[in-house]
C-alpha cells in the first residue's frame, strides 16, 4: 500500500490553526534533536512566559484531533466500513490500542487509494483529518521495534531482550488476524491483500502505526489513552525540568486537550515546553516506547524479568494454566528504608531494592506443602454446559479467580518464613542468571567494531551498564534477605533441622 509523501514540516502550525487549535506565545517547529532519528519537532515558547496566573494555557486542540477509542466508536456508527473492520476483527478491536490502530490504518487506506486513483477514494468514503495529520510523521525508527535483527542482539541479557520479543510476536499475531478476519471483504481484499490487482498491505504498515501510536498516546486527567494531533509534538523533560502538562477541558462536541504551563514555572522566548513522560518509568520503558534514554539518567528506577517454573516440578504445566497473574518479577529501587525482616520487598541501608511478583508464590509451594489443583467444575446446574476448567487450592480454600491471593494466605502460615526463603534463594538464582547472560553480551557487544557508530548500539549499551547495576543491588539485597531469615527465623531452622 502506497503511503503519501510526508508533508513539509513547515506548515503543521498552519494546519493545526486552520483546524482549530489555539497557540497561547507557542509555536510548533522541527528541530533536529541529538540522538533521535528523523524528523524532530518540539513546542517553543515564542515570547518570555512568566507564571503570571497560576496555570496559563499555552495551546488547546478541538475534540476533532483527540483520537481516543470512544471517538473511534462514535466514528464508526456514522462510517460502515469502519464499522465493519472492528466488527470482523473484534479480538483486535477489543483495545483502546487496537480500535485506534485500525482506525487509522482505514485512514492510510483511503488516503492511499485517493492517491492511487487520482480523483476519488476508490469507492472507500474520504479520509478524515487524522489521514492528513499522519502526512506529517515519520516513522520512529529509533524505537527498538524498528531495529535490524543484527541490532537486536544488542539488547540479549537485558529486560527489554524478552519485552521485544513480545511485541514483535504479537504484532506478527494481530496481522494474521486482520488477515484472516478481513480477506473476505471486498474492499479489503482489494485494498489490502491483492486482489484485482490492488495495493499490498504488509505487516510493516501495522508496525509503523504501533509506534506512532506507543510513542505518542497519553493520558488525560478525565479521559482514556489518547492521541492529541499537534500536542504530541511536545518532547520530554524528567523531574523538575519539565515546565508543563496535558490536561483535557470542556464536555461533549467542546471537549478540549490542553498544554497548561506548571505553576511557578517561567520559560523564556525560544525555549522548549516539555513534559514528563512518566519520571517513574525505567529506563528500558523509556527505551521501548520513545526510542531514548534521557541522557542525564545515571540509574534505572525498574526492570521486569522473566520467571519459568523449574522442568522438574511435577506441578510445573499446572501452575503455568492456572496462574493468574504473570510470570515475571519486577525489580525496582525502593524510596523508604524499611525492616528486611517484614516482607520480601523490603530494602536495607546497604542495598535499595524492591521486589514483587505474584507468580513467584506458584513456584516456591508443591502439593506436599498444600497446593492442588482439580481439572473439574464447580458443582452447580450450569457445569454440565461448560468445559472442564482448571480449579487451584490452597490447603483446601480455592483461590482459582486470583491466584495473587496466594501470597496473601502464605504470610498467615506458620511457614511463611520458610516460603518467603524459597522464593528469595529462586530469585537469586534467577537474577544471577541474568547478570551472566548480560556480562556475556556485554563483552560480545565491546568486540564489535561497527557497533561504534550505531546509535542502536550505543543506547543498548547505557541500558546494560544500568541493568546491571540494579540487578547487583538486588543480588545482595536478596542475599541480605536470605541470610537474615536463616539466622533468625525458628520456622525455617526447625525445618531444616528436620530435614
Known amino acids: 500500500m502506497q503511503r503519501e509523501a510526508c508533508w513539509p514540516s513547515s506548515a503543521l502550525q498552519a494546519w493545526l490553526e486552520q483546524n482549530n487549535a489555539h497557540f497561547n506565545g507557542v509555536i510548533v517547529e522541527h528541530r533536529e534533536q541529538e540522538g533521535l532519528r528523523g524528523r524532530g519537532f518540539a513546542i517553543i515558547a515564542r515570547k518570555d512566559l512568566p507564571s503570571t496566573t497560576a496555570e496559563p494555557t499555552l495551546m488547546t486542540v478541538p475534540s476533532d484531533l483527540i483520537l481516543t477509542v470512544e471517538w473511534v466508536e462514535n466514528q464508526a456508527g456514522r462510517d460502515p466500513q469502519l464499522h465493519e473492520l472492528l466488527h470482523v476483527t473484534a479480538e483486535l478491536a477489543a483495545t483502546p490500542r487496537g480500535a485506534i490502530l485500525l482506525y487509522l490504518l482505514l485512514q492510510l487506506t483511503r488516503a492511499a487509494s485517493a492517491l492511487a486513483s487520482a480523483s476519488s477514494s476508490g469507492g472507500l468514503g474520504p479520509a478524515g483529518l487524522w489521514a492528513d495529520y499522519l502526512r506529517f510523521l515519520s516513522p520512529v525508527t529509533a524505537l527498538p521495534t524498528w531495529w535490524s535483527e543484527e541490532q537486536r542482539k544488542a539488547l540479549v541479557g537485558t529486560s527489554l531482550e524478552s519485552a521485544l520479543n513480545a511485541k514483535l510476536d504479537r504484532l506478527a499475531r494481530e496481522f494474521s488476524h486482520l488477515r484472516t ?64 502538562y496535558f490536561r483535557r477541558d470542556g464536555d461533549g462536541d467542546d471537549r478540549r486537550a490542553a498544554l497548561v504551563l506548571l505553576p511557578g514555572k517561567t520559560v523564556a522566548a525560544g525555549d522548549e515546553i516539555t513534559i514528563s513522560y512518566g519520571d517513574g518509568k525505567s529506563a528500558a520503558e523509556m527505551l521501548f516506547s520513545y526510542g531514548f534514554i534521557e541522557s542525564g539518567v545515571v540509574s534505572t528506577s525498574a526492570l521486569a524479568l522473566d520467571l519459568t517454573v523449574p522442568a522438574d516440578d511435577p506441578l510445573g504445566p499446572a501452575k503455568d494454566a492456572a496462574s493468574t497473574t504473570a510470570p515475571a518479577v519486577h525489580i525496582s529501587r525502593c524510596q523508604d528504608e524499611e525492616d528486611p525482616a517484614k516482607t520480601p520487598t523490603t530494602t536495607t541501608k546497604s542495598t535499595s531494592t524492591t521486589w514483587r511478583s505474584g507468580f513467584v508464590w506458584l513456584i516456591c509451594v508443591n502439593e506436599e506443602d498444600g497446593l492442588r489443583f482439580d481439572s473439574t467444575d464447580a458443582d452447580d446446574d450450569a457445569a454440565a454446559d461448560r468445559a472442564p476448567r482448571l480449579r487451584t487450592f490452597w490447603k483446601g480454600q480455592e483461590i482459582s479467580d486470583d491466584t495473587a491471593q496466594l501470597e496473601s494466605l502464605l504470610r498467615q502460615d506458620p511457614l511463611w518464613d520458610l516460603y518467603h526463603l524459597r522464593a528469595v534463594v529462586f530469585l537469586q538464582e534467577r537474577v544471577q542468571a541474568q547478570m551472566h547472560r548480560l556480562q556475556r553480551c556485554m563483552i560480545e557487544e565491546r568486540e564489535r567494531k561497527e557497533a561504534e557508530d550505531d546509535d542502536a548500539a550505543k543506547v543498548a549499551a547505557r541500558l546494560r551498564v544500568l541493568e546491571m547495576d540494579l540487578l547487583d543491588d538486588c543480588r545482595r539485597s536478596l542475599g541480605f534477605q536470605s541470610e537474615t531469615l536463616l539466622a533468625t527465623s525458628p520456622a525455617v531452622q526447625q525445618y531444616l533441622a528436620s530435614d
Not at 481484499?189 to 502505526?209: I, N, P, T, V, Y
Open 181 to 244: 478476519a478481513t480477506q473476505s471483504i471486498p474492499w479489503c481484499a482489494r485494498q489490502w491483500w491483492g486482489a484485482d490487482g490492488g495495493s499490498q498491505l504488509e505487516s510493516d504498515h501495522l508496525l509503523l502505526l504501533d509506534s506512532w501510536y506507543r510513542s505518542r498516546a497519553f493520558g488525560l486527567s478525565t479521559a482514556a489513552v489518547a492521541m492529541i494531533a499537534g500536542l504530541d509534538m511536545v518532547n520530554h523533560a524528567s523531574g523538575p525540568a519539565g515546565n508543563a
